[in-house]
């Protein structure tokens, strides 16, 4: 399959701040995700994919053609930053409507198409509101709703499900699988792996501005789950916990904190861990206060994988 947008020898630095650094990428049609903890790069990288940033070197070709200050391809993309930038007095429908004049639709169309992105998104019953009065959900849904309306080839979404409810999410994730259904390009970002995973199995993990590892959920599964987890329980009977555990071979290492009744146990096999922890709990009665992960976050395996 042609690949869609091609990066070359991507790099971008502000100062003596790296953003991203010597990126080569083909991104083929279908959902491709970019995963990595705050700040890796990915909103960065995706603002030179849509024409925001010049790269300090390398480029982005899409379909062919480079991006940088080439308006023809604006056209074809949509785009859906992390941050918020409206025109708070405007409703919803005026600030979609505004921006579709840009592409060059008149009055009637851009209100149609407008009327579209927002009843996608569920927010037609509020599209008369100013926008300074909805919620950061809506405020959400309404970047997703201008990025679509002129209905684009290419999307590019960076962290759309943030500040959204569970059940926004959803919708949000059945929205983007039929933009797939329908044979665009979608890239996404995100900093949490449930979410990816809910939409594709593409996954790029980038970290530092670089690309850690490419390939489907399943091989970065694998990796992710090679990181050592701390597992942090506070329980009266906390040194008899440990104790338990402590001859079981996926239990790297136990340090206490006497004062507070706690214990932080290091394992590599966190599903054993929690199976034997439950044993425990039904076999002999062990009270547990609280259960905590102390580094149970991207950021935390990523450090790891980058030291391995």
Same mark, same amino acid.
């Given at each position: 399959?042609?690949?869609? #947008? ?92 505004? =921006? ?22 569920? =927010? ?29 080839? #290419? ?30 390009? #979608? ?36 990796? =992710? ?65 609280? #259960? ?17």
């Amino acid at each position: 399959m042609t690949a869609v #947008i091609e990066a070359r020898n991507l790099s971008r630095w502000y100062g003596n701040v790296l953003g991203i650094s010597e990126i080569n990428l083909q991104i083929e049609p279908g959902i491709t995700a970019l995963l990595g903890p705050n700040g890796a790069g990915k909103s960065t990288f995706m603002k030179i994919v849509t024409g925001q940033l010049k790269p300090n070197l390398g480029q982005v070709r899409i379909y062919g053609q480079s991006v940088w200050n080439n308006r023809h391809l604006f056209r074809r993309l949509g785009f859906c930053p992390e941050g918020d930038a409206f025109y708070e007095e405007l409703n919803g429908l005026e600030f979609l409507v505004g =921006l579709l004049s840009l592409y060059g639709y008149d009055k009637q169309e851009g209100q149609a198409r407008a009327e579209r992105a927002l009843e996608l998104v569920e =927010l037609k019953e509020v599209s008369r509101r100013p926008i300074r009065s909805y919620s950061r959900g809506m405020r959400q849904r309404i970047k997703i709703a201008q990025a679509i309306a002129h209905d684009p080839e #290419i999307l590019i979404l960076d962290e759309p499900l943030s500040g959204l409810d569970p059940l926004g999410k959803r919708r949000i994730i059945k929205l983007v699988k039929e933009f797939r259904e329908a044979g665009k390009t #979608i890239v996404v970002s995100s900093h949490v792996l449930p979410e990816v995973e809910a939409m594709t199995s593409e996954i790029i993990l980038i970290h530092h501005g670089k690309i850690l590892a490419r390939g489907d959920i399943h091989f970065i599964r694998e990796l =992710l789950d090679s990181h050592p987890h701390m597992i942090r329980i506070k329980s009266p009977q906390f040194r008899e916990l440990a104790a338990r555990l402590a001859a079981e071979d996926y239990v790297l290492n136990i340090s206490f904190e006497p004062e507070v009744r706690a214990v932080t146990l290091e394992t590599h096999h966190r599903d054993r861990f929690f199976n034997r922890l439950n044993e425990l709990v039904l076999e002999e009665g062990l009270d547990l206060e609280e #259960i905590t992960s102390p580094d149970d976050n991207l950021q935390a395996v990523f450090d790891y994988l980058v030291e391995r």
